[in-house]
């Protein structure tokens, strides 16, 4: 068995009560013992990471989280409480955990100095930003390549902590491709191609020409870009529709991004993801509790592949990535 470092394991708290927001992710009768995985971090979690060898989790608060309360004020209290609590439970056990911070970006001034505390004086490891964020009203939304963001960007690459980019639905208000099929919501479709957008709009940006160390992490084996970045980089070469960058995506993508296996156990679309981005830049990852360690770790563990890039992918990229 590898031994292996996770990086996008979610929690919750109750004080604030934001684990309520998974509550929609599960039939009624599974919610209560995934409710109660989300809350524990010190007991079934650790045996269950033991059995699965993972040595160390990078928690993450769950999703929509923070970027869902419009309340600018309520976003940055909110922030500030689940850093300190989760900063608190790291401290009980640094050899086994670390987490990334989340940011209040419907503020961007307060997003960038939470950013700067959480890095600097509570140890985080950087942050998890679940999409785009509510801001003012429910109905108005802001991305990652809005230029309001541009000074915590710079920050972010003074800093030189990675931003993991982590899905979450979109409206229904601005997805009438949806409507009738709920079944599309969520981590069945609608958090890839959301993310995937996303994604690319920060590349078409020109954030990572103006910031070329800026590393951002994107789970569930990079939400179809691998699969697709040819295509959009072929067309877009024959008609770039105003889009002004230095390089091409499958650049930005080899080399300001990282995927991570969260979710997504499956070993030719692995393959694949080594073949357009690299073995340096692929991450184990489990996405617990919404998906079972066990399964994630089994599949892990009898991928043939050779174990240079065996161990670069299970515990050697992050080591790098975190300084561990």
Same mark, same amino acid.
């Given at each position: ?125 950087? =942050? +998890?930003? $679940?999409?785009?964020?509510? @801001? *003012? ?7 990652? %390549?809005? #230029?309001?963001? !541009? ?117 030719? =679309? +692995?393959? $694949?993801?080594?073949?357009? @981005? *690299? ?7 489990? %996405?617990? #509790?919404?998906? !079972? ?32």
């Amino acid at each position: 068995m590898l031994s292996k470092i996770a990086l996008e394991e979610h929690f919750g708290a109750v004080d604030p009560n934001i684990v309520e927001q998974s509550a929609t992710h599960f039939t009624p009768d599974a919610w209560p013992a995934h409710r109660a995985r989300l809350l524990d971090l010190h007991e079934e979690r650790l045996q269950t990471m033991d059995q699965c060898g993972i040595e160390k989790a990078v928690l993450s608060l769950l999703s929509p989280g923070i970027q869902s309360l419009h309340n600018p004020a309520q976003a940055i209290d909110w922030a500030a409480r689940l850093n300190d609590y989760v900063a608190t439970q790291v401290a009980q056990r640094p050899d086994r955990f670390a987490s990334f911070a989340a940011l209040p970006m419907q503020d961007p001034e307060a997003a960038t100095a939470e950013l700067r505390r959480t890095v600097v004086e509570l140890g985080l490891v950087g =942050a +998890l930003i $679940n999409g785009f964020s509510q @801001v *003012g009203d429910e109905q108005t939304v802001v991305y990652l %390549d809005d #230029p309001r963001y !541009d000074v915590f960007w710079a920050t972010v690459a003074e800093l030189g902590v990675p931003i993991y980019l982590h899905p979450r639905d979109p409206l229904e208000s601005t997805s009438p491709q949806y409507s009738g099929h709920p079944w599309l919501y969520g981590s069945a479709w609608a958090f890839s191609v959301e993310t995937a957008t996303h994604a690319l709009r920060l590349m078409g940006s020109g954030v990572f020409d103006r910031h070329p160390g800026i590393q951002i992490i994107l789970g569930h084996l990079g939400e179809l870009l691998p699969f697709n970045i040819w295509r959009t980089d072929h067309r877009l070469a024959v008609a770039p529709r105003g889009l002004n960058v230095q390089h091409t995506f499958g650049h930005y993508l080899r080399n300001n991004f990282y995927v991570t296996t969260s979710g997504n156990f499956r070993t030719p =679309a +692995l393959l $694949n993801a080594i073949q357009e @981005v *690299g073995s340096d830049r692929i991450l184990f990852s489990a %996405d617990y #509790p919404f998906e !079972d360690m066990r399964e994630a770790a089994t599949w892990f563990d009898a991928v043939e592949l050779n174990e240079t890039d065996l161990v670069k992918i299970a515990n050697g990229n992050a080591r790098k990535l975190f300084h561990i």
